[in-house]
């Protein structure tokens, strides 16, 4: 029997990849009635890295490549799950589970509904999102607000380590329901710190305050958590701004409570999510708010997202495309001082695929 990858005691700086890696490893290890598979699983690359080596350790037919045919795939997972082996089906892009449209909305996300509760249908579909350049219009799509907006779907966005390492077991471990957690592509290579994580039966399927503030409130998804704590950080060393951060975590089932109390003390509150603003996390936050706690809010509600069309090819485009850590600083300063020229030093900087990940063409 192969063991389980066992955290170290104390605080340890575990990549993003290497926390997929073993989250993987281990659902693998503990439950024996547990398959990885998806299209590249088992190749040289082994989905980003995350599954990587896993065939020749626990064997072919627990973790298995696929071939270009989601909707039958992800029917063969929703068969398996329902009887009693839990699945783990990856796509390198959220694009292509558009494909199995049908089996995730109309299926997965019905059976215990539609059946009185005696059916469940415990999975986790990891999905890669997020830029680099050259990926263009069909290879970009961050869909995390057309997955939640269906009742019956759990949709996570984990944006360090940690969440993922405090998420992932338990999901495939304790929820019986099907998860589906987008991934931030150029997350894979970040370092974070994570610190133990202590046996409990409290769900993490929730928001993440990861920075107090009096100033404003900023409500963030996936890679703009860590846009949002930069930006937050500049702000608070050339200027007199102090920003809240919450990371969503997971946008189908929002923490209404800590969004609102937050708000309710800032009074301004800025959405900055990876997708776009129109019928999105962005509007689904403003909803919220508007219904909840409208008097609480000072100042009208900033969003910030992609650009309202697809995503351009080009790589100059591409960096227009995106908001960066230049426009949110600006977005925020604005909204603080209440003053379109508000005076405040912005970091240089024009594209966050420069930042976190060195690609040097598309893919």
């Known amino acids: 029997m192969i063991a389980a990858i066992e955290p170290k005691i104390g605080n340890e700086i575990i990549s993003y990849r290497e926390a ?24 040289h690359k082994g989905t980003f890295g995350t599954t990587l080596g896993l065939a020749e350790k626990f064997g072919a037919d627990r973790v298995f490549d696929t071939p270009l045919a989601e909707e039958a795939i992800t029917g ?84 360090s380590s940690q969440s993922i390492m405090e998420t992932y077991p338990y999901v495939i471990g304790k929820y019986n329901a099907p998860v589906l957690s987008l991934e931030h592509r150029l997350m894979y290579d970040l370092q974070f710190k994570v610190t133990p994580i202590a046996a409990t039966e409290q769900s993490p399927l929730t928001a993440k305050l990861l920075r107090t503030g009096k100033d404003v409130t900023i409500v963030a998804t ?64 403003c909803r919220i708010i508007c219904e909840q706690a409208p008097a609480a809010l000072k100042a009208p509600v900033v969003t910030m997202g992609m650009q309202p069309a697809p995503c351009p090819t080009a790589k100059a485009l591409e960096d227009l495309y995106y908001p960066n850590l230049q426009t949110l600083s600006d977005a925020i300063a604005k909204l603080a001082t209440g003053k379109p020229e508000h005076g405040i030093p912005l970091p240089d900087e024009q594209s966050m695929a420069d930042v976190y990940k060195k690609f040097k063409g598309p893919f």
């Open 20 to 43: 997929l890696y073993r989250t993987m490893h281990n659902a693998l290890a503990e439950h024996p009635h547990t398959m990885i598979f998806g299209q590249g699983v088992d190749d």
């Open 76 to 159: 063969i997972a929703l068969g398996a799950a329902l009887n009693g082996i839990y699945p783990i089906n990856t796509h390198i892009r959220s694009d292509f589970a558009l494909l199995a449209m049908n089996q995730i909305i109309n299926l997965a996300a019905k059976y215990k509904y539609m059946f009185g509760g005696r059916f469940e249908v415990p999975l986790l579909i990891r999905m890669v999102v997020g830029r680099s350049w050259g990926q263009g219009a069909q290879h970009s799509q961050s869909l995390q607000s057309l997955f939640a907006h269906i009742p019956g779907l759990t949709v996570i966005m984990p944006a």
């Open 222 to 285: 996936s890679i703009m958590v860590l846009e949002a704590l930069r930006a937050a950080e500049h702000l608070a060393r050339v200027s007199h701004i102090h920003c809240e951060v919450i990371d969503l975590n997971c946008v189908s089932h929002i923490d209404t409570t800590m969004i609102i109390s937050s708000v309710k003390k800032t009074g301004k509150l800025l959405v900055a999510d990876t997708s776009w603003q129109a019928y999105g996390v962005c509007a689904e936050i």
